[in-house]
């Protein structure tokens, strides 16, 4: 149908179903004292007529907005269960309450008496067309036709038969509509129908089975609470016709407490089946419009009860229920508390609804809200992984960048070690890890990434968490370009840092292999020389001597150029070594520690040891201290430093850095590091830093 044509036929189902339940209620009110013979009477009564109401309520919703038949079909069983109390308990007032003021109430009650027949068999056909609306596959139609046709043979034999019907306890009457001369072939006839719906009712059965057996996870699912309720409400059948046969009577306890049991599996079974298909595997998408109505609902309850109590009830307390003061502080009230209300049944429903999950619209805003107020990647990407996780109830999720022909992992949630690279091919990426979905995140056409979450066994993913994922990586595609720009930023910068400390180290060797041996091949020949002239010239021997003395001061400041260059130490010794050679020629006391400390990565060391000794050099020029101290400390995948003096101090806020600590916070920042300056006037100042770096050698 239409969607047109769809809400009309809705629209008309509502007006026969609301005007059927006050009927329902009229008669079983009218009806109450025939009824009351049997207080099971009543009360199954009222249970079936609500029970009708939701199966009807949850029909409409699923048919109108999920435009599936399954709708129609619990809608159908709700007004069965209708039809079935309305001709009990128009019966109830037609025959006893007020005999013959209602038309034909025996003929009325003789056909809606066996809408049980229609009721069961359409709760049946949904085992074999659940969740979908069609059957397993088109050879199973013939079950579909067969049940179908045998309940209505079976419901039109019943009409036909002469026998006793008794729709009430204490009500019975000669089947008005039998016909006696078909007698002798309605009874057999019926056997047939009877055997023929009872195999088309097996055939569902293990349509479902199957379709169980070969589903999906999230198949499995929607399906298997609407299994185990069809399941116990055939196990309560089998015991009640065991008991009957055993006693050979017609009524047994055992037989009363199944067929009760059935009703309420029937009545409440059957839609928290669907409900859970619904609402926690999220069936036909339906959330956030049972989010809304049960919003709209708790409202209207709420204040309806807020009405009464004060109203009503304060009313009766001081004799004056029309207390125009009352009506109003009741309107100020509600007007008062609507909002907060609002949002916390708001609240409440989207608890009902997605249970500990956020809402989809929650996801997306808070991610939104978190791109607006973060640019860090260090922030950004793993609070990207840690709402992708919450809004889709994933056991972890995981955020990509691409690098080059390949996915590298960027951030996951939880933190959960290593995992390998995922190939890109053809600008595509291959298949990721075991039970774990993939959405590529794209800008502009271009693959940057992609967000990956892997589902717990008791939930699976389905349409509407995929769509929130995809919604998300929409979302996502320029925050991963701003990153992967920062990465390749950073990268540069290491790759600028790392080859100027080559440099440094290639002009180290440089000075030291060139210009340092010919200054001490310079101090050799000038001592032969001091040496001849002593003999030959002594008035030359001072002259000699001089020069000597200057070619060896000159070797001396080479030598020290060359280790501010790049200091051998460093680089055949490690940091602590490096550090404490220089600790000895500084101006004041410097204590070096080293706390499990090994060897790093050139940069690293690099970046680390310049630190520190322009530290130390701040130290001596502008802090007027009488000691220092350095120390260093791996802590596993970090290593961290502090240069800390007992000088005088001063105002970070206040004093503009200069162009040496620029530098270090320079330095540091472009191999992933951080730079912090803790001083205050009278206190001394420490200068701290760490950088992401593993030993190479541990110590």
Same mark, same amino acid.
């Given at each position: 149908?239409?969607?047109?044509?769809?809400r009309?036929v809705?629209?008309?189902?509502?007006?026969?179903?609301?005007?059927l339940?006050l009927?329902?209620?009229?008669?079983?009110?009218?009806?109450r004292?025939?009824?009351?013979n049997?207080?099971g009477?009543?009360?199954?009564g009222?249970?079936?007529?609500?029970?009708?109401?939701?199966y009807v309520s949850?029909?409409l919703?699923i048919? =109108?907005?999920?435009r599936?038949?399954?709708g129609?079909?619990?809608t159908?069983?709700g007004?069965?269960?209708?039809l079935?109390?309305?001709?009990?308990a128009?019966?109830?007032v037609?025959?006893?309450?007020?005999?013959?003021s209602?038309?034909a #109430?025996?003929e009325?009650s003789?056909?809606?008496?066996?809408?049980?027949?229609?009721?069961?068999?359409?709760?049946?056909l949904?085992?074999?067309?659940?969740?979908d609306?069609?059957?397993?596959?088109?050879?199973?139609?013939?079950?579909?036709w067969?049940?179908a046709?045998?309940a209505?043979?079976?419901?039109v034999?019943?009409?036909?038969?002469p026998?006793?019907?008794?729709?009430?306890?204490?009500?019975?009457f000669?089947n008005?509509?039998?016909v006696?001369?078909?007698?002798?072939?309605?009874?057999?006839?019926?056997?047939?129908?009877?055997?023929?719906?009872?195999?088309?009712v097996?055939g569902c059965?293990v349509?479902?089975?199957l379709?169980? @057996?070969?589903?999906?996870p /999230?198949?499995?699912?929607?399906?298997?609470?609407?299994? *185990?309720?069809?399941?116990a409400?055939?196990?309560?059948i089998?015991?009640s016709?065991?008991?009957l046969?055993?006693c050979?009577?017609?009524?047994?306890?055992?037989a009363?407490?199944s067929f009760?049991?059935?009703?309420f599996?029937?009545?409440l079974?059957v839609p928290?089946?669907?409900a +859970?298909?619904?609402?926690?595997y999220?069936l036909?998408?339906?959330?956030l419009?049972v989010?809304?109505?049960?919003?709209?609902?708790? *409202?209207?309850a709420?204040?309806?009860?807020?009405?009464?109590?004060?109203? +009503?009830?304060v009313g009766?307390?001081?004799?004056?229920?029309?207390?125009?003061?009352?009506? +109003?502080?009741?309107a100020?009230?509600?007007?008062?508390?609507?909002?907060p209300? @609002?949002?916390?049944? @708001?609240?409440l429903?989207?608890?009902?609804v997605?249970?500990?999950?956020?809402?989809?619209?929650?996801?997306?805003?808070?991610?939104?809200?978190?791109?607006a107020s973060?640019?860090?990647a260090?922030?950004?990407l793993?609070?990207m992984?840690?709402?992708?996780?919450?809004g889709t109830?994933?056991?972890?999720?995981? =955020?990509w960048l691409?690098?080059?022909?390949?996915?590298?992992?960027?951030?996951s949630?939880p933190?959960?070690?290593s995992v390998?690279?995922?190939?890109?091919?053809?600008?595509?990426?291959g298949?990721?890890?075991?039970?774990?979905?993939?959405?590529?995140v794209?800008?502009?056409? /271009?693959?940057?990434?992609?967000?990956?979450?892997?589902?717990?066994?008791?939930?699976?993913?389905?349409?509407?968490?995929e769509?929130?994922?995809?919604?998300?990586?929409?979302?996502?595609g320029?925050?991963?370009?701003?990153?992967?720009?920062i990465e390749?930023?950073?990268a540069?910068?290491?790759? +600028?840092?790392?080859?100027?400390?080559e440099r440094?180290?290639?002009?180290? @060797?440089?000075?030291?292999?060139?210009?340092q041996?010919?200054?001490?091949?310079?101090?050799i020949?000038?001592?032969?020389?001091?040496r001849l002239?002593?003999?030959?010239?002594?008035e030359?021997?001072?002259?000699?001597?001089t020069?000597q003395?200057?070619a060896t001061?000159?070797l /001396?400041?080479?030598r020290?150029?060359?280790?501010?260059i790049?200091?051998?130490?460093?680089?055949?010794?490690?940091?602590?070594?490096?550090l404490?050679g220089?600790?000895?020629?500084?101006?004041?006391?410097?204590?070096v520690?080293g706390?499990?400390?090994?060897?790093? #990565?050139? /940069?690293?060391?690099?970046?680390?040891?310049?630190?520190?000794?322009?530290?130390l050099?701040?130290?001596?020029?502008?802090?007027?201290?009488?000691?220092?101290?350095?120390?260093l400390?791996?802590?596993?995948?970090?290593?961290?430093?502090?240069?800390t003096?007992?000088?005088?101090?001063?105002d #970070?806020?206040?004093?503009p #850095?200069?162009?040496?600590?620029?530098?270090?916070?320079d330095?540091?920042?472009?191999?992933?590091?951080?730079?912090?300056v803790?001083?205050?006037p009278?206190t001394?100042?420490t200068?701290g830093?760490?950088?992401?770096?593993?030993?190479?050698?541990p110590?």
């Open positions: 149908m239409s969607e047109r044509t769809t009309r809705a629209l008309a189902v509502v007006v026969f179903a609301a005007a339940t009927a329902n209620f009229v008669l079983l009110v009218l009806g004292e025939a009824l009351t049997d207080a009477d009543l009360v199954f009222v249970l079936i007529g609500m029970g009708a109401v939701l949850m029909g919703l048919a =109108v907005r999920a599936n038949v399954i129609w079909f619990l159908a069983v007004v069965w269960y209708g079935l109390v309305f001709g009990n128009y019966a109830a037609g025959i006893v309450t007020y005999p013959g209602l038309p #109430p025996e009325v003789a056909a809606l008496s066996l809408s049980w027949v229609f009721a069961l068999v359409t709760l049946t949904l085992l074999l067309l659940f969740p609306g069609r059957p397993p596959s088109p050879r199973w139609r013939p079950v579909l067969l049940t046709g045998g209505v043979a079976s419901y034999l019943f009409l036909l038969k026998a006793q019907v008794e729709p009430v306890v204490g009500i019975s000669s008005p509509l039998a006696e001369r078909l007698s002798g072939v309605v009874g057999p006839a019926l056997v047939v129908a009877a055997w023929a719906t009872v195999i088309g097996v059965f349509a479902l089975i379709r169980y @057996r070969h589903g999906e /999230e198949l499995r699912q929607q399906i298997k609470w609407l299994g *185990l309720v069809a399941a409400g055939a196990s309560c089998v015991i016709g065991a008991s046969v055993a050979g009577c017609d009524e047994s306890s055992i009363v407490v009760t049991a059935l009703i599996i029937i009545l079974g928290g089946a669907i +859970i298909a619904l609402f926690r999220r036909y998408d339906l959330d419009v989010s809304k109505a049960l919003v709209f609902g708790l *409202l209207a709420l204040f309806t009860l807020v009405y009464v109590a004060l109203v +009503i009830g009766t307390v001081v004799g004056d229920r029309g207390n125009s003061f009352l009506t +109003i502080l009741t100020v009230a509600i007007a008062v508390a609507f909002q209300v @609002r949002e916390r049944v @708001r609240h429903a989207n608890r009902i997605y249970g500990k999950r956020a809402t989809p619209y929650e996801v997306l805003s808070e991610f939104s809200d978190k791109v973060s640019f860090a260090e922030d950004v793993p609070r992984a840690q709402i992708l996780a919450s109830g994933a056991s972890s999720a995981r =955020v691409r690098f080059d022909e390949e996915l590298r992992p960027a951030a949630w933190e959960n070690g390998p690279p995922v190939a890109v091919e053809d600008g595509r990426p298949g990721f890890g075991e039970g774990e979905d993939g959405v590529e794209r800008h502009l056409g /271009e693959l940057l990434g992609a967000l990956s979450v892997t589902m717990p066994p008791s939930d699976p993913m389905n349409p509407s968490k769509r929130l994922v995809r919604d998300l990586a929409a979302q996502a320029l925050v991963l370009r701003n990153v992967r720009l390749e930023l950073r540069s910068r290491r790759r +600028i840092v790392t080859a100027q400390d440094a180290k290639q002009l180290e @060797r440089n000075l030291h292999d060139g210009a041996q010919h200054l001490v091949a310079l101090g020949q000038l001592s032969l020389a001091k002239a002593e003999r030959d010239a002594p030359m021997a001072a002259t000699f001597d020069l003395q200057a001061d000159a /001396e400041n080479l020290d150029l060359a280790r501010g790049y200091p051998p130490l460093l680089a055949d010794q490690g940091l602590v070594v490096a404490e220089q600790a000895r020629k500084a101006a004041l006391p410097v204590d520690v706390e499990g400390v090994g060897r790093y #990565p050139q /940069e690293a060391e690099a970046a680390v040891y310049f630190c520190c000794l322009e530290a050099q701040n130290v001596a020029k502008y802090a007027n201290a009488s000691s220092a101290r350095v120390r400390v791996d802590r596993g995948g970090t290593v961290t430093f502090e240069v003096d007992d000088g005088a101090g001063f #970070p806020e206040h004093t #850095p200069g162009t040496g600590l620029q530098g270090m916070k330095r540091l920042e472009a191999l992933g590091g951080i730079l912090e803790d001083s205050s009278g001394g100042t200068v830093g760490a950088i992401p770096a593993r030993a190479e050698i110590m």
